[in-house]
């Protein structure tokens, strides 16, 4: 089993920034891809950002080149950074991964969600 633990979201003014992190714990054999996802009010689960173990990345359109993604193999940890933020950037944030098992396939995990809200 896995768990994933989300932290840093928060209330920020438009144009600011956030930084979300993401520590999977548990009995972890080896975690793939790891991603965010951010739902708003009313709308569907989205990706916004995807990484691979070995580093590649790829987001939606609407967050290019305002957050980036990585990812520390060692702590098996994900970070969404956040710049330039906008009001419809507001949603609950979701952290994913991928977890590999030893000697099954492999699992798909979810973290509780971290709210961002983007107002002035």
């Known amino acids: 089993q896995v768990q994933l633990v989300e932290s840093g979201g928060g209330s920020v003014q438009p144009g600011g920034s956030l930084r979300l992190s993401c520590a999977a714990s548990?009995?972890?054999?080896?975690?793939?891809?790891m991603a965010w996802y951010r739902q708003a009010p009313g709308k569907q689960r989205e990706l916004v950002a995807a990484?691979?173990?070995?580093?590649?990345?790829n987001y939606v359109d609407s967050v290019k080149g305002r957050f980036t993604i990585s990812r520390d193999n060692a702590k098996n940890t994900v970070y969404l950074q956040m710049n330039s933020l906008k009001p419809e950037d507001t949603a609950v944030y979701y952290c994913y991964c991928q977890h590999q098992r030893r000697w099954e396939g492999p699992v798909q995990y979810w973290g509780q969600g971290t709210q961002v809200t983007v107002s002035s």
């Open positions: 548990g009995s972890i054999y080896r975690i793939n891809d």
């Open positions: 990484i691979t173990t070995g580093g590649i990345t």
